[in-house]
């Protein structure tokens, strides 16, 4: 039953109120709030509050209600990693609580009833692990996960009101290196904190306190800290040592004062500078993890709280992990994003289990024009106007001009990435002008490409298909549909009869110094060096928010586009890899987070490399997040769980973070515990393709009888030797770089052979095998011949020579070894933990599994009049020149007793590693 929440607000505040005063949804059921009225009494109470008749509500209504509010609860559970309750929180429930009128704000910026509360359920169970005396404990410390560009100063907001409602009374946030961010952070805050003006409490925005500072507001001495003040307190600091410094000073000289302070600490993106990045076994520190800590770990104050907020934890859980450090020592929470975010899983899907982009958006930036871009920037010459960087433009002027056409207001963003260097910055802007400008004169002759171009697209990525990957979407009926091609036109020849330098130019500046904004693109370059006479070069929003028509910017740059910078409406992403490094990756990614109002129209350009390994973080994302739920559900914390991150066996793939971030990360010089791989790429070449099935068949054939069992041929017990023979004659195709790595696993899985000595091979297929025995064929194995199974390749990821299947094996296939009858859930598992746990609770959780597959060659009709013939929109059959042998490793992980490492994560008994520095240093790049 669905309710009219208009109608039913004054009672699901009721309800909420009553639920966070009880925190038990039977209680609520029972009217306990309500203990001295009759059922009858306490819902015509309830009627008479709410305004609703005996028809609407009544005791079966009421019940449904409270069903509603069970599975909303069951559905927003929050993720932690940590120790019990250290307080009596309660979220605030009384209209003028600093939370409440922080959640209005939310409802009138739009925010989902789903995502505030995820807001309000993760702030609460941060907020339960806090403490307001950690005189004799010592301070708290903990990590908040989030996700890239998904609201994360809305999470700190939500948890500073309702820690203050709580009685914290002094917030400091560390808020990145950049001024201008810390700025804009600590106007938001203070917006955010004070929208209402008549609540209870009163905050006082404490900017860059000094103990030289004469101004009344620094003055600690006069601030009312009793237990009973209704005053808050909070200061923004750049995480600069100068700063830094001051504060710590300015915080702690009167000693009276200090002894009240209730502190909570915000580390916004707390990966970046806050890390100790010198080596464990020197005395000394970096600056900036060195007064962090001294900040922090104080005992002069009544309690001392510290959490790290960031997208990319694996700096924070690779660093130091002693008592003294900044480990999250006492809890892990992992915020949720909302129905509506768009993150690396929408965009680039999942290996384990296979999910395919839900959002096809991710368009090609072939080798030749990658290699002529960086060729070019190697030997500082002009950047060249690539085809794939002119099909982008040509998209984002398409986009400008459909989102005019339906009435958009808001700021178009391009993003333009390729260097960290100053001067390709400049190079490239430069020819982007030109071609602009040439565009403008010559535009009859490129409109019939733009058309092709936006009929193309508005085909391949439907409306349908965006509402169709987002099944949960919380505003469909207000995604836009294209608008119809005519009027993207008129809307582009209006741009072209613009004067030149309003079609294309830097911001303008007015005649009092404001920027001024035209009707045409605005180019700009976002670098710390970018100036020129009489216009502004860096980035600079409207901050009016209703604008006609919706002005344009292309937005060119470096490490200033990969943290703390939000693009408004950006559309088109042109982005060429520059750094293999996970976290830096994942941070640069300004194409995650929420499209509203324009949801159908952005577009990624990526070359091979880049969407590789965005496609492995996204695989790498999800994995971490699914063990931290694991062993948060088994009562675990951080000081008896190190959480681990996914490490690319093959350095050529990913770097996890900076090496010298990863101050107690254990790796290994090969490490297979854990390792659960396909293949998913093949060559279509006769020679190997003929070699591996031949191989296969003499290593199959060559084994002990098998038992079949369905579809399957199992054989059990093999030893580490014959394994050995298999994966040595196995050629794997060399665009497979995870599975490119048996000669390394062969080499590991003898040295540990004391763990791994028998090992169990499947051979899956289609049908019953049993039916295949005494047929003749060519695949004979023990005389039956299994049933070749059916892939297709991924057309956008496949050449002609080599074929990407995407997933080889499914989920239920990693079980077919086991003897025993799963149950229909266990069958129909398709998480990688929870098949390790059925394979533990089996018995099979020290045995390391081979599963085999022979491929149909997929070849298509000659004869037939349509050789090209689709399985899907983005499938095509393989068409080889014979069948493919296909094979998945699965290696046990954590396992009671083994004495196998897995993944990489942080040594939690401060054993020395010795890591090698990392850094990138070049005169020409930007601070």
Known sequence: MTFNKIKYSQLFQIIENQFNNLADWNKVRNFESLADLSEDRALEALRMFSNLSNEELNINIWNQIIDYFENREK????????????????????????????????????????SIKNIEKSSFEILKNLSMDTVESGPIKGLVVGNVQSGKTANMAGLMAMAADNGFNYFIILSGVIENLRQQTANRLYGDMNTAGNGHLHWHQVDNPSLRSKLPEHNISNFNLDTSAKDRYFTVCLKNSTRLNSLIKWLYDDVNKTKQLKILVIDDEADQASVNTKKIEEEDRTEINKLILKLVNSDKVKGMNYIAYTATPYANILNETGEDTLYPKDFIVLLEPSEDYIGPKQIFGTEEPEMSPYIDIVRDITSADAENIRGAQKVNQDVPLVNSLVDSLHWFMLTVAAMRAIDYRKPISMLIHTSFRISDHRSIAQKIEEYLRDFKINYKKIMPQLKVMYENESLDFKRSYFLEGMKEYSTKEEVPDYPEWEEVSRYIERMIRLDMDEFISHIPIGEEGQPKYHKGFHLVIDNSKAKAENQIVRLVYPKVKALNPAPAFIVIGGNTLSRGLTLEGLTTTYFLRTTNQADTLMQMARWFGYRKGYEIFPRIWLDSEALERYQFLS???????????????NGLTPTTYAPRVKNSINHKLIRITSSNKMQSAEPSEYDFAGFNSQTVYFE????????????????????????????????????????????????VCENDVKMSNLPALIEWAEKNSGELSNWNITLSSIGKVEDTQGMCSDWNIHGYSPKSIVRTKLEKRSTEKIANIGALRTPSDLLADIDEELTSEERNTSKILEIRSIREKYGYGKVPLITIYRIDKGQIDKASNNKNKKVSANREPLNFSKDVIGINVMIPGVSKGSQLATYISAKLNLKEINDENYYEELDDYED
């Open 619 to 633: 695989q790498m994302n999800e994995e971490l997040r699914e063990e931290i739920a694991l062993y948060a559900q």
């Open 684 to 731: 279509n070449n006769e020679d190997v393709l003929g070699h591996n099935l031949e191989h296969t068949k003499k290593f199959l054939n060559g084994l002990k009888s098998p038992k079949i069992k369905n579809s399957n041929m199992i054989w059990r017990n093999i030893p580490v030797e014959d394994i050995k023979f298999f994966l040595e004659g196995y050629y």
């Open 75 to 114: 559905k927003h559970k929050v993720v932690k990693l940590g120790k019990d309750t250290f307080n009596d929180a309660k979220i605030p429930v009384d209209k003028y609580s600093a939370w409440q009128l922080y959640k209005n704000v939310l409802i009138k910026q739009d925010w989902s009833e789903d």
